[in-house]
């Protein structure tokens, strides 16, 4: 591989019931200032279908160059076809770097994309940064629960990729009419060689805010003891207007769907405020919820390892506790 080749710094501009996700839009931002820094271009890549218009949103948010795929094939989100564009993008094309946002669907697709371009992804990250000395992309991120912050390099393959937590990047102030080009990509594979097929999508009946998108989040543990127990959850959740989130074993009981589970191998947030009510503290949940603004846990054991990670601490019994708190909100 000819690194000197690759040029310029891209994001996936990745699009939700018509609209281009905030992450891509903080991306969008935190990507300029990579772009400024090399001295290159920022160019997004939109993948979809009817979601030409949406370019110019893009270049209202800071993008030079938006390569599209429009095409009935990219109606639904399914990693074969997406992976397939990203790809021969790639290469016809050649950046140096490509940002995403760290969502289910970008996670899933740079890990994939990554795979077959055979290039490094630094996952999760929370700080990106030029260095000075080699142009290189320093892609930083917690590492062992948060005790440090490890910087990660990728120096031998290109693109360098990233995918980077939500609401951690800032958007650029959108300059309305701001022009770009916009550069009209075809994918080479038709829908009979794809071999997925996506029969149905079931919405959640919930009208609740995204839990990574939430503000405030209320989450419950193993220690709710049962289905019902748990129930308390979403009514405190209902009362302050928060999004319900669970740690794994509240999942594992079958209590709430895997979406609300937060943690390592559920979902990385960051709310403003975060309620650990009847969870321990257990790191692959920690590493999930240790950036929240503020940590309010709930917990009947004085030396559960929630009450070292959270800035209040309630020793009590979530039964009591809880719908103390709700009747006083009630007030409010
Ligand atoms: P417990 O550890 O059983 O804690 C229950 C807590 O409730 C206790 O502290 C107890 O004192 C308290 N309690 C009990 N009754 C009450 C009451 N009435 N009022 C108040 N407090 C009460 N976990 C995650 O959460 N997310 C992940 O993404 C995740 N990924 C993992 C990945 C791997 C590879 C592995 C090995 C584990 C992972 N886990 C994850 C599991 C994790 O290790 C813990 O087992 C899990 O987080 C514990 O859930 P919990 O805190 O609800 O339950």
Known sequence: MN????????????????????????????????????????SGILVGYGVKPLANTAFEYGADAVYVYDDPIFKLYRTETYMRAII?????????????GATSTGKDLASAAATDLATGL???TTILDIDADTGLLQASRPAFGGNIMATILCKKHRPQMATVRPKIMKAM?????????????????REEDVRTKVLEIVKSATKQVRIDEADIIVAGGKGLGDAKGFGLIHDFAETIGATVGASRDAVEAGWIEHHHQVGQTGVTVTPKIYFAIGISGAIQH????????LIIAINKDPDAPIFNSCHYGIVGDAFEIVPMLIEQFKRV
């Open 286 to 293: 920690l590493v999930g919820m240790q950036n929240s603004g």
């Open 173 to 189: 102030n959108p300059i309305p009419g701001r022009k770009g080009e916009i550069i009209e990509e075809k994918i080479s594979i």
């Open 3 to 42: 690194i000197a080749e690759y040029s310029g710094v891209w994001v996936f501009i990745e699009v939700k019931d018509g609209k281009i996700v905030p992450v891509s839009l903080e991306l969008l931002g935190a990507g300029k200032r990579l772009a400024e820094k090399r001295g290159v271009e920022l």
């Open 88 to 100: 021969e993008c790639t290469n016809r094309h050649k950046p140096e770097i490509i940002l995403y």
């Open 122 to 124: 630094t996952a999760d």
